[in-house]
């Protein structure tokens, strides 16, 4: 199919913009005439030009008479830039072909109609499966005004995230590993427990050779003010934004501290004397947190799951045995008793990274 392969390279293009253009979707654009290329773009950062705008300014009066290939439907609303489908009428072009409609309410198929009104013959619908899911992120935060949460866990082949004694340094290869600073470079936040500060002293940030590498906001959940003043966290918050979530029970010389040190302390609700996780993803939603990737430990991940928060799973997977009764797996708390009660898991795939492997599924979250 002609339109799938120039679709293909459009959402390769649109995949360049992978963790710069949060919270907008990523967007690729490719020009042809006579099934040639003319020319390609793609939405490189939030509040820059749209794809289609990059590929129409390289093609230039070549664009008069093209098709264009788009991954999403062209905006018609004026916002930070003018609406990409009155440019796309302008510039002459023929044709347009769409993957994905635009689920924000102010463009959804009025793009479209626009182009369609000015004479362009338009497609929809192609390759619409996979650009609907390489902005799987934008579709859930425009339609559901939330961010998309993704629990992410490594574990050995018997389900442990760590030894009994808490050790979980590494338990998968550079491979998988480097999908996960991938995964991080998309994400707006990245969210752990107190104990996993207390217990690996991590970094939580995006090493990758990239010419720009996105560090999300880093926040540890913390309802007691637990966290060590000696982490790797807080030393390096001024460098990179860190938060603490916390409730009303963390003392207020803990509190000034964390701010000399460049950390920011947000004090929430609290639940059974835990932070409110319900508070914290309405705070993110008004701050335009598009994505939050929840990294452990088990308690905190049991929180997410039992509330039926997390929309996707990503499962690292070592073959790699660690064993013990008191070793933890990715998700604690109380459990289910009976199987009927299990939560289901969809739409999954396993892809194998160097020695480990990645399963990803979906669960329906709130
Ligand atoms: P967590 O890292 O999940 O931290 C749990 C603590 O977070 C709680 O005890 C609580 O302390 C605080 N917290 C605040 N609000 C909440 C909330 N709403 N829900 C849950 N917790 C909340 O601890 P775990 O002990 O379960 O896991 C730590 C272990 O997991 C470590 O050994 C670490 O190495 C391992 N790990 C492994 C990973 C892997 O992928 N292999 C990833 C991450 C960790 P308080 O009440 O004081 O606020
Ligand atoms: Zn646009």
Request: glycine share 10%; charged share 25%; hydrophobic share 40%.
């Amino acid at each position: 199919m002609p339109h799938e392969k120039w679709m293909k390279e459009a959402l390769k293009m649109a995949e360049k913009g992978w963790g710069n253009t949060n919270p907008n979707p990523l967007v690729g654009a490719v020009i042809t005439k006579e099934d040639q290329l003319i020319s390609k773009g793609y939405h490189e950062y939030a509040g820059g030009p749209h794809a289609e705008i990059n590929a129409l300014k390289k093609a230039g009066d070549a664009s008069a008479g093209s098709t264009m290939y788009v991954t999403l439907e062209p905006c018609s609303h004026y916002g930070k830039t003018p609406p990409c489908a009155e440019a796309i009428i302008k510039a002459g072009v023929e044709k347009v072909i769409i993957a994905a409609g635009d689920p924000n309410e102010k463009v959804a198929g009025k793009g479209e109609e626009m182009l369609r009104k000015a004479g362009i013959e338009v497609i929809t619908g192609v390759m619409e499966k996979e650009a609907r899911k390489q902005n799987e992120i934008f579709m859930h935060y425009i339609t559901e005004k939330k961010p998309y949460l993704i629990a992410k866990a490594a574990m050995s082949l018997d389900g442990k995230i760590a030894t009994k004694q808490g050790h979980s340094q590494w338990i998968t290869g550079e491979e998988a590993r480097n999908h996960a600073h991938w995964v991080r470079q998309r994400v707006s936040a990245i969210l752990v427990g107190v104990n996993t500060v207390i217990a690996d002293n991590p970094q939580l940030t995006v090493r990758l050779p990239l010419d720009k590498v996105n560090q999300p906001l880093r926040v540890v959940l913390d309802s007691k003010g637990n966290i060590p003043l000696t982490s790797t966290l807080v030393s390096t918050a001024k460098e990179i934004k860190t938060m603490v979530a916390t409730t009303d029970q963390m003392p207020v010389d803990l509190e000034k501290k964390l701010l000399l040190e460049g950390v920011e302390v947000v004090r929430f609700p609290h639940k059974q004397g835990q932070v409110d996780i319900q508070s914290l993803i309405d705070y993110f939603a008004s701050k335009e947190v598009d994505s939050v990737l929840v990294e452990g430990g088990s308690r905190v991940m049991a929180s997410f799951i039992s509330e039926k928060m997390i929309n996707k799973l990503l499962w690292y997977i070592a073959p790699k045995i660690i064993g013990g009764n008191k070793a933890p797996g990715p998700i604690g708390g109380e459990g289910i008793l009976h199987m009927k009660e299990a939560l289901p898991i969809t739409e999954m795939e396993t892809i194998q990274l160097g020695e480990d492997w990645l399963m990803t599924g979906y669960m329906k979250g709130a």
